[in-house]
């Protein structure tokens, strides 16, 4: 088998080291005569790729004692060297030379790259196989016949070392896989040639006691400790004289069926999870029910409800309880199936030496040990199922499991009972530091106690470790504990015990993290990205760069080890210091560029989205200047008006938290084009807090950058939403900052809406004439410039501001202009808003009746369309109407719906409608001609 090779064009090279030195240059052996060339070779093949000083050079070939003249003859040794193996094979750079070949095709270098990929993976099998791999490429005393004393001294002791640890782990790997007798067999053979490693010697003894050669391995003891106290003068170290002790207390202790109690102490202040107490009381100990799996993620407190329980119900298990951490999630390596069946076994009493040499002969052995015994067995924190399986007892016995991961394959195959475990509710949360604080101190700053539970997500560890930290600093108040927390950056810093990784929440998070394949584990930190508190599939696979399916398979990888949550069937959400700690990874194991680019997919994606639910809810904000990107997997698509507005309720925390990310961030067109879009939304949904602050934020980020079209639309998108709050000199700030920035000054839709928000700003200042005259040059503009769109919009200011200059007759063929277009347009919400303005025309003008027909009407179709906020100018309208013609009655019910409308919305007009109500009279009708209240 090739040990080592380098793509030369059509020629490739091998080195080995792992044994006699060879050199093979397209398969073929090539013979260097000389011991300084062979040196020379294996200096730079240790180095493959990567430059080797002249120095370097000079110790591999003459150690210590080199030439006079060293570059000219390391020029002649490497000419040699060329002619032999290729005249591309070494590279002369100014301070050195390079080998022109792939580390992987010196053996050496593969061999300590395996070695290193073994050592790294925390999965038994993959680990095995990588060390069988790298010691096959073993091929005796490493760099003999090379020439070099250096290099032998160097890295002799260095290969050795790492050859006889990996077949060390590779033996224990092998337990329970591989016949005893080819272990001996090996082992035997190892110690003969290192006959001073006491671990060779410890598995020897331990692998003939196992399998039934007591006095051999008792004799094999006895002989290595003779052989160390003539070389060394010392007795065998502690691990050889406990085992020697343990074979000789077997020889002579009669195996008895001995009834384990190992459960670790119980929790003391046990708080909450009366729910998951009750459900574990109802399970029985055998039968069907035999399995029950407790998971959740790190943190919840799955080990302190597993220990509670069995404690509570230790008594119902007449075989006693049986526990062992298999560490599949922490920072140890993962007990092995044979391993623990191993413990297991000896606590009932069977001797070491008698045990099975197989998993499933020990597993076949346990079951038969603890058959009808009503036993306990507690698993905690396991990895998989496959480590789990080969532990189960049998029938009449009870598993209680533990896992971050939901061990799906137990539950469907072996028909486990599952426990899923979720933070505490805010009530066993306050227990929880009321336990440590005190109620006194909890009951003293309420404030304090609800903030500080939602900042540790209401998880039993953060929760504890904070309870811990203020019990420490009892001079602090709560209030002062909670400023530590706000903190993002600092809150899993301060949320640790720097002296005990078990209760370090960071440390916990992160043997979940890397557990996890690369793809996954890239998937998690990207998240950390997402500003939403829950996130759909399609807007984490724009983030990630991933098509659907494959970012369904890495959502539900995250899923299975709770890294996730899935509330429903495409959705997901973090826990909350979940989300800190990929927030942190992505910023410390993400370069920027790859932030950068994670982020952008996600805006188009985003942006393309909003933009086809805004196709229903305001075409009219789609205009030329709105050019988006083509997002990286397609939009959601929206066919139906109320399905736009559930997914926007469901997104609103992610699109408005973009805005602000979008701006920071340097995306500033993103940003603005997101908030304009999601006017519309704001709007109809009455959102005023984040309309003004997402267009706030647009605006200071395209005045920054000197974004004259996104600062336009950002500053008339201000003043909209300043109108709608009936703010109107803010309204007019923000307008003429939109105005100014124009570079043509008219000619565009964007022009036209600002002309007329202006005259919306000047109307609600009670300016009618400046109203008018803005809202009729918005109509001559529109008009001018083709803009069917924005005509009726502007007719419907030109009709309020002649409201207010009593120009009733006017005002109401304004308002009928402007519903004939806007039902020519398809458009019934603004038809149905301009009929409202005819009726407060018509009742100006003193045409009640007709006024009276229009309002019904109008609310009447405002109401088909749920468009609640269109009906409170509409029943102000009729409620003064009823009130001239005597129906004093009707006219409070009017008003009194249309306040509580305001009520229900928050609008500002609740004022306006109170003092409205308060005009009714007891009794009697008011004249005809009675001004307006």
Not at 203 to 226: K, Q, T
Request: charged share 25%.
């Amino acid at each position: 088998m090739s040990r080592g090779a380098a793509n030369l064009g059509a020629t490739t090279i091998d080195i080995r080291l792992l044994g006699p030195f060879q050199a093979l240059v397209g398969g073929s052996p090539v013979v260097l005569t000389s011991s300084r060339q062979r040196a020379l070779l294996a200096t730079l093949a240790l180095s493959a790729g990567r430059l080797v000083t002249i120095d370097a050079l000079a110790r591999g070939v003459w150690g210590e004692a080199p030439p006079a003249h060293i570059r000219g003859s390391l020029q002649t040794y490497v000419m040699r060297l060329r002619r032999l193996c290729g005249e591309d094979t070494v590279v002369t750079e100014p301070d050195g030379y390079r080998l022109v070949v792939d580390p992987s095709r010196v053996d050496a270098l593969r061999f300590l790259r395996t070695l290193d990929q073994a050592a790294a993976s925390t999965e038994p099998t993959r680990r095995r196989a990588l060390l069988t791999a790298a010691l096959a490429a073993w091929g005796g005393a490493p760099l003999e016949g090379v020439g070099s004393p250096v290099l032998a001294a160097e890295w002799g002791p260095l290969l050795t070392e790492r050859y006889l640890f990996a077949v060390e782990q590779r033996i224990d790997l092998d337990t329970g896989l591989v016949p005893d007798a080819r272990l001996i067999a090996e082992l035997t053979d190892l110690v003969a040639q290192h006959p001073l490693r006491e671990s060779l010697w410890e598995r020897l003894v331990r692998v003939l006691a196992r399998s039934g050669r007591r006095a051999e391995a008792l004799s094999r003891y006895a002989g290595l400790r003779a052989l160390l106290a003539d070389e060394l003068g010392v007795e065998p170290g502690e691990d050889l004289r406990r085992l020697h002790a343990e074979l000789l207390a077997a020889d002579t202790e009669p195996a008895v069926h001995t009834v384990p109690r190992q459960l670790p102490f119980d929790v003391a202040g046990f708080t909450g999870r009366g729910p998951e107490l009750a459900e574990l009381d109802r399970l029985p100990p055998g039968g069907a029910s035999g399995i029950v799996v407790i998971e959740g993620t790190a943190g919840v407190g799955k080990t302190s409800l597993a220990v509670h329980w069995s404690h509570r119900v230790r008594d119902r298990f007449a075989g006693g309880q049986l526990f062992l951490d298999l560490r599949g999630h922490s920072a140890g390596t993962p007990v092995t199936p044979g391993a623990a069946l191993a413990g297991f076994l000896r606590a009932l009493g069977v001797p070491a030496e008698t045990l099975p040499s197989t998993v499933e002969e020990r597993s076949a052995l346990l079951r038969s040990r603890l058959a009808g015994s009503r036993t306990l067995m507690l698993l905690d924190n396991a990895r998989d199922a496959d480590q789990v399986r080969p532990l189960l007892p049998g029938p009449d016995n009870l598993v209680v499991v533990t896992s971050r991961n939901q061990l799906r394959g137990l539950v469907a195959r072996d028909g486990a009972r599952r426990i899923a475990l979720r933070s505490f509710d805010d009530v066993d949360a306050a227990a929880l530091l009321a336990g440590s604080v005190g109620p006194q101190r909890l009951a003293a700053e309420p404030d304090a106690v609800a903030e500080l539970v939602q900042l540790c997500g209401r998880l039993p560890l953060a929760l504890a470790l904070a309870g811990e930290r203020a019990s420490r600093f009892s001079g602090v108040s709560l209030a002062g504990i909670v400023e530590e927390l706000r903190d993002q950056r600092l809150r899993l810093d301060t949320l640790r015990d720097p002296q005990d990784a078990g209760t370090d929440l960071r440390a916990a998070f992160s043997w979940s993290y890397k557990a996890l394949r690369p793809a996954a584990a890239r998937f998690f930190r990207l998240l950390g990205l997402h500003p939403g508190h829950g996130f759909s599939l399609s807007s984490a696979a724009a983030l990630a760069g991933a098509d659907l399916r494959e970012a369904r398979e890495l959502a539900d990888q995250l899923a299975a080890a709770h890294l996730l949550n899935q509330p429903g069937t495409d959705r997901y959400q973090f826990h909350d210091l979940l989300r800190v700690y990929a927030a942190e990874l992505v910023e410390t194991e993400s370069s920027a560029a790859e932030r950068a680019a994670a982020l952008r997919r996600l805006l188009d994606w985003y942006l393309a989205s909003v933009a086809e639910a805004t196709k229903l809810v305001r075409p009219d904000l789609l205009t030329d200047d709105i050019a988006l990107d083509a997002p990286p997997l397609p939009a959601v698509p929206f066919t139906q008006h109320e399905q736009t507005i559930a997914w926007y309720t469901t997104e609103r925390a992610a699109l408005t938290a973009l805005v602000g990310i979008a701006a920071e961030t340097g995306f500033t067109a993103h940003a603005w084009k997101l908030a304009w879009l999601l006017r519309g939304f704001f709007a109809e949904r009455h959102d005023r807090d984040d309309w003004i602050t997402t267009a706030r934020t647009a605006v200071t980020a395209t005045r920054v950058a000197g974004d004259n079209t996104g600062l336009q639309y950002s500053a008339n998108n201000l003043g909209s939403a300043y109108l709608r709050t009936l703010q109107p000199d803010k309204a007019l700030e923000a307008l003429e900052e939109a105005r100014a920035a124009s570079e043509t000054g008219d000619g565009t839709a964007l022009a036209v809406a600002i002309l007329s928000n202006l005259a919306g700003a000047y109307y609600v200042r009670a300016e009618y004439a400046e109203a008018e005259r803005h809202a009729l040059q918005a109509v001559r503009l529109a008009r001018d410039h083709g803009q069917r769109t924005f005509v009726p919009h502007a007719l419907l200011n030109v009709s309020a501001s002649r409201i207010g200059l009593r120009n009733y007759d006017n005002a109401a063929d304004a308002a009928e202009a402007a519903r004939d277009a806007f039902e020519g347009l398809g458009d019934r919400y603004h038809a149905a808003l301009a009929l409202g303005n005819v009726a407060e025309a018509l009742e100006g003008a003193g045409r009640y009746d007709e006024a009276e027909k229009a309002g019904l009407k109008a609310l009447a179709e405002l109401k088909e369309l749920n468009a609640e906020y269109g009906t409170i100018d509409v029943r102000i309208t009729l409620g003064r109407l009823k009130l001239r013609t005597g129906r004093g009655e009707e006219a409070r019910r009017h008003w009194a719906e249309a306040l509580s409308v305001c009520q229900r919305l928050g609008d500002p007009r609740i004022p306006e409608i109170q003092a409205l109500l308060a005009t009714v009279p007891a009794a009697g009708p008011p004249a005809r001609d009675a001004p307006y209240p």
